[in-house]
């Protein structure tokens, strides 16, 4: 599931890019997660609208709001408006920063997620990767008035990001399929107001256009965020993490194979980097993944 929310979530800043071209930054956002909740939607009542196995507290409601925000409505309002001022690679710099800001979070509030020194050498070996892998550009201006702006939008969406996997993570007993619906349906509700507020009605968008948000909808928004939180809840936020130091390697290769972009000569050594951070900070999980395989 790692290696599949990997090369999904590697290809959406490509998409993202495309669908900017004609769609304002915040309709992106609320276009993307209307289409994935109701998608969702279908799905959980198939399954009878299961959630909790017990009678929620207010605690945990306020929890639920809170993560649809931080999970998706603000983080994808951020990046769109961000990815308008900053390299694409500073952009994807800042979603492997993820891993760094979740790793001290879960040592103070999540039980068994303490911080080592392996784990810590391990996740600064897969961000040097990262940086290695995208090359100095993404720390290169690009001009843009609100270029300091955008990079603090990108960091704020990656912090967002970390928090809601910490306190998705907290949560008590609850299907799978159904927190991955309200979560969309919360955002939902935040995006729509937002985008109608900042940028008005939405342009109609054009056969392709409209075909970019679909995928971004079903693909990156309704798929993805289910198998986020099957990983989040079985496996903890920490191992969750461990995709955006994969991210930037599928958006490079990706970025080569469909716009014959030229692959950097150092995607091998980057990738060593990564995989190497993460064989390190994970090892205990990673062998009892295998045992089982083998078992």
């Known amino acids: 599931m790692i290696a599949l ?26 276009t993307r997660v209307s289409l994935a909740a109701l998608v969702m939607i279908t799905i959980w009542g198939a399954r009878g609208f299961q959630l909790f196995s017990q ?28 990815q308008q001022y900053v390299t694409s690679g500073f952009a994807g710099v800042s979603m492997a920063a993820v891993a760094l800001i979740i790793l001290p979070l879960a040592h103070f509030f999540v039980a068994g997620e303490q911080m080592t020194p392996r784990k810590s050498i391990g996740f600064a070996i897969g961000f040097v990767g990262v940086v290695i892998l995208i090359g100095a550009q993404a720390f290169e201006s690009t001009g843009a008035a609100f270029e300091t702006a955008g990079r603090f939008a990108c960091l704020g969406a990656a912090s967002c990001y970390a928090v809601s996997s910490i306190v998705m993570r907290r949560l008590p007993s609850i299907d799978a399929i159904g927190l991955a619906t309200i979560l969309l349906l919360i955002a939902s509700c935040i995006t729509i107001p937002l985008a109608l507020a900042t ?36 496996a903890g936020p920490v191992f969750m993490s461990l995709v955006n130091y994969q991210v930037p390697v599928w958006s490079v290769c990706l970025g080569a194979l469909i716009l014959s972009e030229p692959l950097p000569a150092s995607l091998v050594w980057s990738l060593a980097l990564i995989l190497s951070g993460v064989a390190l900070s994970q090892f205990g999980a990673l062998r009892r993944l295998f045992h089982k395989a083998r078992a």
């Open 55 to 82: 009678k929620p507290s207010s605690k945990d409601l306020s929890a639920l709001i809170f993560i649809g925000a931080a999970s998706s409505a603000v983080p994808f309002s951020l990046l769109a408006w961000g």
């Open 199 to 234: 940028e008005g009605l939405p342009p109609v968008p054009s056969v392709k256009i409209f075909g970019v948000l679909a995928f971004l909808g079903l693909v990156p928004t309704a798929a993805a965020n289910f198998l986020r939180v099957l990983v989040v809840r079985s």
């Open 5 to 30: 929310l990997a090369f999904i979530w590697g290809g959406t800043f490509l998409v993202t890019e495309i669908a900017l071209t004609e769609m304002p930054p915040f309709w992106i956002a609320a």
